[in-house]
């Protein structure tokens, strides 16, 4: 079974750019997540998709961050404009079931470098 | 800060054991897991418990969770030089969003 798939795996961009991220869940699962890891920290959830449908998005900073999932499979993650703070991986994860899988899946993330 | 901490560094000897500690702070976290993180790696499920459980083993692995205490260990038998990672400890409630901890970068000597 392939697992999460993301790209790309390295992007730098300078300060105001705009980035864009991809991320392909395990065929099937219908929840999906992202997540920001910035160096020497946990992952923090940024967005939860359930289908084609956002759960919960209370973190994300929708001033410069958008995220869309728009036929329940693949999903991307924007950033307009990028901030030298945004510097950190992009982490994809995903599970099974309705929302209710206990076991997430990541992918290799997307490391970001904002310059 | 961290709602989940752990300690920052672990340094072991090939062949010995390894115990990872954790400690969270929701008393109603549902499960509890331990994610492994190589180098430019995204993160490896290792293992998770459910929150009414006492142990859980897995190979070489033994997840113990004390729920009075808040505290849950990972102890690695045998670690071995592919063991060297960061580990990180997460919880989740009933909406199954995991919060992690800071990590705990385990170093495995010769």
């Known amino acids: 079974e392939a697992g999460v798939a993301q790209s790309p795996r390295y992007k730098i961009i300078e300060k105001r750019q705009s980035v864009a991220f991809w991320c392909n869940p395990i065929s099937g699962h219908a929840t999906l997540y992202w997540y920001q890891q910035i160096l020497g920290q946990g992952p923090k959830l940024l967005i939860q998709f359930q289908n084609n449908g956002v759960v919960d998005d209370s973190q994300l900073p929708k001033d410069r961050f958008s995220a869309e999932r728009l036929k329940g499979v693949d999903s991307t993650l924007k950033i307009q404009p990028a901030k030298l703070e945004d510097s950190a991986v992009y982490l994809c994860?995903?599970?099974?079931?309705?929302?209710?899988?206990?076991?997430?899946?990541f992918g290799p993330g997307t490391r970001l470098t904002v310059t | 800060g961290e709602d989940v901490e752990q300690s920052l560094f672990l340094s072991v000897r090939e062949g010995d054991s390894s115990v990872i500690n954790c400690t969270y702070t929701?008393?109603?976290?549902?499960?509890l897991y331990w994610y492994k993180q190589e180098p430019g790696a995204g993160l490896q499920l290792l293992t998770y418990i459910f929150s009414n459980m006492d142990m859980k083993q897995d190979q070489r692995l033994t997840v113990l969770l004390n729920k009075k205490d808040k505290h849950l260990s990972l102890r690695i038998a045998d670690t071995q030089t592919g063991d060297s990672a960061i580990y990180f400890c997460a919880e989740t409630l009933f909406d199954y969003k995991l919060s992690f901890g800071a990590g705990t970068t385990v170093t495995v000597r010769a």
């Open positions: 929701d008393s109603s976290s549902t499960y």
């Open positions: 994860a995903s599970s099974s079931g309705d929302g209710t899988g206990v076991e997430q899946y």
